[in-house]
Structures are given as structure tokens and as C-alpha cells.
T-cell receptor, first 117, second 112 residues
Framework: IAGITQAPTSQILAAGRRMTLRCTQD?????MYWYRQDLGLGLRLIHY???????GKGEVPDGYSVSRANTDDFPLTLASAVPSQTSVYFC????????????????FGDGTRLSIL | QQQVKQSPQSLIVQKGGISIINCAYE??????FPWYQQFPGKGPALLIA?????SEKKEGRFTISFNKSAKQFSLHIMDSQPGDSATYFC???????????FGSGTKLNVKP
């Protein structure tokens, strides 16, 4: 079934450790996004990538980095985790650009639940 | 500062009733407004979306009402069913779809 695969599904991590959340899509979408979801705050964009080789900062990029070496993969790295990064992380993909209603991040993964102690 | 404000935070509706969720925005550059539905343990899924050139869009039991002058839009769920119980998010973006701004979410509980 086509879609987005996120790994791991959940993780408990000690503060100060490095962690990479993986995201792979098989829909050949140009754009990919990382969000964090926190109670009462909705989803907030961390980083995005309009196409392979390019990335951009979202609302809350500090403490996170991304790379987009190819169309399918968009890993999110926490270089040195802090407790405030405890959250549920969602990866999404879509086709950016004006016009068609299909141009949106309508495909989300099922999330990675990350707890930092 | 939250770009899109959503209310209420939670909503309880009887089966068959109408569920109404409201959102407001400030940035007049926004020109695409989707609604997402999220079930526990799952990612959000697109439900319905609207552009500001129309005042209403209906898909089955779901309707978006859009008031451009007031910078407000709302989701109406007619004949609400227990299966509609989920968290709903409104969102907004500009023409290039680079950045989506989400509301804080509304947890809907439809009582049988």
C-alpha cells in the first residue's frame, strides 16, 4: 500500500543523545514535511523540502536538522535531545505549487512518539 | 503567535446532531484552507478543503463555510455519527504550499 513509513514508532531517549527519525514515501511526491504535535498547540512545521536537494525552515526549526538526498527519504535529526523535544513527530508528503487541489501535504505517516528524559 | 486560531478545544454532540468547529486567521495571504481528521494513534488525514473564492463547499455530511471579510472559516458536520469522533484540525497556507499553519485542534465526541 502506497504511503509514508515512519520509524521508529516510539522511542525513549536520554537527554543529550543524538536521534534520527526516519521517513520514507513511495508516492514520488516532490515535497516532504516534518511536524511536531503537542497538546493544545496542534501541528507545527519543523522543516520542509520542496524537492530533493533543497530544504527550508518551518515555525520551530531550532534543535532539528533535515536532509533530502533523494525523493523518497527525509530524515529528521535531533543532534542533542532536550526534554522539550518530547512530542509526537509526523512526516508528510505532497506536491507543492499553486493551483490543483492535490497540491498539499495530505499524506501523513502515523507518527513517532518520542520521549526525552 | 498562532497563525490560525481554532475553537472549541473539545466538543460533545449527540448522534444525529450538528458539529461546528470554528477557525480564524490574520494573514490575508492565505489562500487555501484544508481540514484534517485525526484518529488516535494515526496521522491526520485530509477531510475537505476550500479556497477563498467560494463561500461554501460541501462533501457529503461535511461542509466548510468561509467568510473572507471576517477571516473566518468553519467546519459543519451534519448528522454527526459516533464514527466521526476524532480530533479535527483546520489549517491555512499560501499559494506556494510551502508552509501549512495548523489550528490547535478540536476533539469531537459524538455520543450514541
Amino acid at each position: 500500500i502506497a504511503g509514508i513509513t515512519q520509524a521508529p514508532t516510539s522511542q525513549i531517549l536520554a537527554a543529550g543523545r543524538r536521534m534520527t527519525l526516519r521517513c520514507t514515501q513511495d508516492m514520488r511526491h516532490n515535497a516532504m514535511y516534518w511536524y511536531r504535535q503537542d497538546l493544545g498547540l496542534g501541528l507545527r512545521l519543523i522543516h520542509y523540502s520542496n524537492t530533493a536537494g533543497t530544504t527550508g525552515k518551518g515555525e520551530v526549526p531550532d534543535g532539528y536538522s533535515v536532509s533530502r538526498a533523494n525523493t523518497d527519504d527525509f530524515p529528521l535529526t535531533l543532534a542533542s535531545a532536550v526534554p522539550s523535544q518530547t512530542s509526537v513527530y509526523f512526516c508528510a508528503s505532497g506536491t507543492p505549487g499553486p493551483g490543483a487541489a492535490s497540491n498539499q501535504p495530505q499524506h501523513f505517516g502515523d507518527g513517532t512518539r518520542l520521549s526525552i528524559l | 503567535q498562532q497563525q490560525v486560531k481554532q475553537s472549541p478545544q473539545s466538543l460533545i454532540v449527540q448522534k444525529g446532531g450538528i458539529s461546528i468547529i470554528n477557525c480564524a486567521y490574520e494573514n490575508t495571504a492565505f489562500d487555501y484552507f484544508p481540514w484534517y481528521q485525526q484518529f488516535p494513534g494515526k496521522g491526520p488525514a485530509l477531510l475537505i478543503a476550500i479556497r477563498p473564492d467560494v463561500s461554501e463547499k460541501k462533501e457529503g455530511r461535511f461542509t466548510i463555510s468561509f467568510n473572507k471579510s471576517a477571516k473566518q472559516f468553519s467546519l459543519h458536520i451534519m448528522d454527526s455519527q459516533p464514527g466521526d469522533s476524532a480530533t479535527y484540525f483546520c489549517a491555512a497556507t499560501t499559494y506556494n504550499f510551502n508552509k501549512f499553519y495548523f489550528g490547535s485542534g478540536t476533539k469531537l465526541n459524538v455520543k450514541p
